[in-house]
């Protein structure tokens, strides 16, 4: 029996550039006590469907049914619909921390939410609020009943947000990308939890994501969204093993966990339309190797197969499994100096590290808090070194220190050879382009003011290297050399996709040949495809320059695919050390077991033989009650 059915629905959302259509033509129903996942790159639409089901887009045009309890919630009155939403409903957001409200006690947060949608006594709320705690995994719930939210870690502040959405009972929980702000650990426990509380509550539980390997881990059926189109969906097993749709089949083949450690990846190629044009033909005609003549002007049939999913594509065999190609540029130009790794000494660290102490002391001196404790550590030239760890336990701020960014209270740090703690200023200022850092957040790390060409010519500048045209020349050849287009010299960084933004990060990280380059957590903020572009450019640019590595990340399919040894850290402190291949075949440490578990991939269907074709249904022919009647289950 369908909890949810959504039928033809369409959202439109006007816009100083014009209306949005952020969701096209989109249904799905989800069956009670169903795991049902969501999954698409940023801007799929896949947020904004959620939010129109759950009436939380002011202003959008919205179109077609949704179906919950007996009523179609787009014709619902506001207030009944409040009342729906929280008690029938509830919704897990991404980041707890935002959507927990900080001056107030948790418990307290929770007790208004039963207050609001039941009428029962404070003291029962409280008692209701407490087993909950207890049964998602906060530890001594009535003590912790009355603690604040910046008193909780994420994953604990995550368990809140599950007791908050669990204590009514509803009959569907909506999560969104519940998991991505946590650790790999964390992110197991979460999804576990959810998993575990389906089956205790009897809950339905519709999450979006995308991440697809979250999906593989929990999810019993999924549907497949591109700039607002449902593409495939699906038992999820199925479209795991295998997809029928070029683009499930493009999201899979980007993601390094399905991949031979240190080989090329297989992105999809360009990137998503604008959602503001109109579609002819097939959307994803534009990326996909599989393209025909009438993919670009006929819209693809909605055909089933006899493993039960439904795919949006003119094929009707297996999609083609392009190869990876590496494409290089001609380097004997470029600004930056190419070693030749035969003649380079492997065995000179370029960074050495011996007994490193990091404290960060109170302002008046009476507490002290040890950030960094006994770390040796040396990373060679040439190599990836990955730094993995839960969140908090030291990997930044050691690559801080390592930048000279944070001075060591203990233990030193050599950088090509130069002890960090004794080099004057003229010293470090000549020194400090040996080490160069590329962040996290492409949007956050470039000024949104200055054009790009001047952020990739910084170095140039600071370091009094080149001017004029010379300098121009210079930044228009890493920007070809890192995949953007020279011409793009004057735009600015909005002007550009995260992926793009990434590269631009890079380009300036090369700029002065530096050492070591310091990744912190560069892809993470990226989907998966474009991942996948940024981790082959970081490979093919180490292997032509010989460039060495420091890459911190908390993604450990993506760690081992990239790097040839791995520091795991705990509580400031390195605990293992080992070759990558070492590391996953025999990890020592109790920790990085822990870790490894945590990231360990489903266990996929062998058989690749592609399903028979049961039905097809022309786009055209599509009736209200035909795409529930051979939905998803
Ligand atoms: Fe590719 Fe054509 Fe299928 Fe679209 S309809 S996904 S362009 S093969």
Redesign the pocket.
């Known amino acids: 029996m369908s909890v949810l059915d959504v039928r033809h629905l369409n959202v439109r959302i006007p816009t100083e550039d014009g209306v949005i259509h952020a969701v096209r033509d989109v249904s799905f129903s989800v069956d009670s006590g169903d795991f049902f996942g969501i999954v698409g790159e940023s801007g799929s639409g896949k947020s904004v469907l959620v939010q129109a089901i759950m009436g939380l887009i002011p202003g959008a045009r919205i179109t077609g049914e949704v179906w919950f309890d007996g009523h179609d919630l787009l014709t619902m009155k506001p207030d009944a619909l409040r009342k729906i939403r929280g008690r029938a409903i509830s919704m897990i957001f991404q980041d707890p921390l935002s959507s927990l409200h900080p001056q107030f006690t948790i418990g307290w947060q929770i007790v208004e939410q039963i207050r609001t949608h039941r009428k029962v006594s404070r003291a029962e709320a409280r008692r209701m609020t407490v087993e909950i705690l207890g049964k998602v995994g906060i530890p001594d719930p009535d003590t912790r009943f009355s603690a604040y939210p910046h008193q909780f870690s994420g994953g604990m502040r995550q368990r809140v947000m599950i007791a908050m959405a669990l204590v009514l009972n509803p009959a569907l929980i909506i999560a969104d990308e519940p998991t991505t702000a946590l650790d790999s650990t964390v992110q197991a426990q979460i999804l576990d939890l959810l998993h575990e509380m389906r089956e205790e509550f009897d809950a339905t539980i519709l999450m979006i994501t995308h991440d697809l390997t979250v999906l593989a881990r929990v999810a019993d059926n999924m549907m497949v969204m591109y700039a607002g189109h449902k593409l495939e969906a699906g038992p999820a097993r199925e479209l795991f093993a295998r997809p029928a749709?070029?683009?499930t089949s493009g999201l899979l083949r980007s993601s390094p966990g399905n991949y031979e450690p240190g080989t090329p990846l297989v992105p999809i190629p360009g990137k998503p339309p604008s959602l503001l044009n109109p579609v002819t033909g097939?959307v994803?005609?534009p990326r996909?190797p599989?393209?025909?003549s009438k993919?670009w002007s006929e819209t693809?049939p909605l055909r089933t197969y006899s493993n039960g999913l439904e795919t949006s594509?003119?094929?009707t065999e297996a999609p083609s499994e392009p190869e990876a190609s590496e494409e290089m540029q001609d380097v004997s130009t470029l600004p930056i100096t190419v070693l030749n790794p035969n003649t380079t000494e492997l065995a000179t660290p370029i960074v050495q590290i011996n007994d490193l102490e990091l404290s960060f002391r109170s302002k008046r001196g009476r507490t002290s808090v040890d950030v960094l404790r006994g770390i040796d550590l040396a990373i060679f030239r040439g190599e990836t070194l990955g730094l993995v760890g839960e969140s908090g336990c030291g990997k930044s701020t050691l690559a801080r220190v390592i930048a000279g960014l944070i001075p060591a209270t203990g233990g030193k740090v050599h950088l090509a050879g130069h002890d960090l703690s004794t080099v004057n200023h003229e010293q470090w200022r000549s020194l400090r382009r040996e080490v160069q850092l590329v962040f996290q957040d492409p949007y956050g790390s470039l000024n949104p003011r200055r054009r790009v060409g001047s952020i990739i010519g910084d170095p140039f500048r600071i370091h009094r290297i080149s001017s004029g045209e010379k300098r121009k020349k210079s930044v228009q050849q890493l920007m070809e050399l890192v995949g953007l287009n020279p011409e793009h010299y004057n735009r600015f960084p909005s002007q550009f996709s995260g992926g793009q933004r990434q590269r631009i990060g890079i380009a300036r990280a090369l700029a002065l040949n530096p050492s070591i380059i310091i990744y912190d957590e560069p892809v993470s903020a990226l989907d998966v495809s474009i991942q996948a572009q940024v981790l082959n450019l970081m490979s093919s640019l180490q292997k032509e320059f010989n460039l060495t590595y420091l890459f911190i990340s908390h993604d450990l399919a993506v760690v081992r695919h990239v790097c040839d040894r791995i520091a795991v850290m705990d509580k400031g402190k390195i605990v293992e050390l080992a070759a990558t291949e070492q590391l996953y075949a025999d990890p020592q440490h109790d920790f990085t077991k822990v870790l490894l578990e945590a990231s360990a991939p489903e266990e996929k269907p062998q058989s690749r033989a592609f399903p028979e074709l049961l039905s097809t249904v022309h786009a055209g022919d599509l009736t209200a009650g035909d795409l529930i009647a051979g939905g998803v289950r």
């Open positions: 749709h070029p683009y097939c994803f005609a996909c599989d393209a025909m993919c693809p594509c003119w094929l």
